[in-house]
């Protein structure tokens, strides 16, 4: 007999907490400045996890990676995000950061620029509250 | 002018290959696809063994954690709207067209149709429902349902290959992918369509297969060598398994004229209900004897033409001795005796994989010209005396071949194919 192999469900990710399951799957930079964004409010932070969320979540591989992609590049035209995808980044995003965003908040987000600034300011106004 | 559908292409994701040669190979030499498994982290359960699909793996529901052999691609854009088995499924499906000589670009104008069949998927299923009532509704995947009930597949690979032909799923339990190439012929026939792809898959989870131990349905014998020995006096229940199998189906003048390698003509199919129960077969195999009486009719030949079927039988007490009732009224009754074995001794029970898988595996018989042995069998069912189960695979020419597929509610489905003239 060969050993006994687990059943392929058998779910080893359950003891991570709900944080370190979110983390999982970014890169490890993107996890550390994660953590130096909460501790410190480091704008440089943030942008390298939101590029990391927005890589993890595209529907097809960018010709260029994301953070080399200018300011004004559109998700859904330039990047090919569709609404599935776009959902998918809100509601991590949301989770992560713990803020809500509301359908008619996200629409208004077209570019690069549009949702750095948006999740910026929704995260201060966490933080002032 | 009667139009006649042929098999131009295969794909195998199973357990006991993921290859035409391979699944060849372990058809020839009875070589089983089993391997001890622990289910649900529990040493207590008494289901020790399943059909694997080997190189795969799916250790949580976040596709991200999942691994497949490196010959195959799965597109990010498609992956996030797959279960489990629809990863099977595109792997199944990438072989076929390949195996058929049919690139994507030929799919789309509406002359090819797509029929899937599988019960959806368990596994993802209770997780965004687990998801949804632990943040009470406020949370959810975007791609929860379409990867996870019933009709994932079609909706997938339909979006995926841009089909515009007939699309659709079929729910029938473990006769799904049978009634799937059955319509899928008719499709053929009535001049609907001029190519079916037709893919059975199923989940190889916990949550797939663990379900049926609750029907006492499942073996508990814990050697991988025996404990799916349909026929066998000592079987008692079936091994789970999980996997894909993809066929295109063509019109026989079409694929002809575009030199589409022919496997196999599908000259005849047919179902009947047995009226009975919900879960049990009927006692004496009355719907499936009709649907081989109908499937006989329906390719205008005699039970002494058929050389060979390929018996459903999963290695249950009570469905073994249905079939072999109901092959004793269709054949031994009328001086018939062909070759009879059930290829899930080798693979387990494929559920809703199973019509396609062994569909295909009929097709091999017929392109190859060997009969698959009944694995296993040692101590022959006394209800199967004067049934002719050869214990090794034997080359010789099957002639006419027979697949039957029973599912729940006592759905039966049978298919007739030959060597193309």
Known sequence: MTPSVPVPSHNKAAALTEQQERLRHLPKEAGEAFHRFQAAGDPVALNVVIFAILADFIPRKPARPLAESPGSTRLVDDLGFDSLAITEVVFFTEDLFGISIANEEIIQVRTLDDLRGFIQRKVNARAAR | ??????????????????????????????????????????????????????????????????????????????????????????????????????????????????????????????????????????????????????????????????????????????????????????????GRQQRMLVVGAEDMTDESIMPFASLRALSNNPDPATASRPFDRRRDGFVGTGGAVALVVEDAAL???????????????????????????????????????????DARVNATDIGYVNAHATSTPAGDRSEALALHAVFTANGAKPRVSSTKALTGHGLSLAGAMEAAFCAL????????????????????????????????????VLNNSSGFGGSNVCHIMRRPA
């Open chain 2, 1 to 190: 002018m009667s139009r006649l559908p042929v098999i131009t292409g295969l794909g195998f994701i199973t357990s006991i290959g993921h290859d035409r040669p391979t699944v060849l190979r372990s058809l020839r030499e009875l070589r089983h696809g089993f391997e001890p498994v622990e289910f649900l982290g529990n040493p207590n359960l008494p289901v020790k063994v399943a059909g694997t699909v080997k190189g795969f793996a799916f250790p949580t529901p976040n596709w991200r954690d999942w691994s497949w052999p490196a010959q195959f691609s799965v597109d990010r854009e498609l992956i996030r709207g797959l279960a489990p088995h629809g990863v099977y499924a595109l792997c199944a499906l990438q072989q076929a067209l390949a195996d058929a000589g049919l690139e994507a670009a030929a799919l789309t104008d509406g002359t090819t149709g797509l029929f899937c069949a599988s019960a959806g998927s368990p596994f993802l299923l209770g997780h965004f429902l687990n998801q949804m009532h632990a943040t009470r509704g406020e949370r959810g995947n975007p791609m929860g349902i379409v990867s996870s009930i019933a009709g994932t597949l079609n909706f997938n690979l339909a979006a995926h290959y841009k089909i515009s032909g007939a699309v659709c799923g079929f729910v029938s339990a473990c006769a799904s992918s049978s009634h799937a190439l059955g319509y899928a012929m008719d499709e053929i026939r009535l």
């Open chain 2, 365 to 400: 018989a017929v392109e190859e010209g060997f009969i698959p042995g009944a694995a296993h069998l040692e101590e022959l069912d006394p209800v199967c005396i004067g049934l002719d189960l050869p214990c090794t695979s034997l080359d010789e020419a099957p002639g006419l």
């Open chain 2, 255 to 297: 694929a002809k004229q575009r030199g589409a390698h022919l496997y196999a003509e599908l000259i005849g199919w047919g179902q009947a209900g047995d009226g009975h129960s919900v879960a049990a077969s009927h006692p004496e195999g009355a719907g499936l004897r009709e649907a081989m009486r109908r499937t006989l009719a």
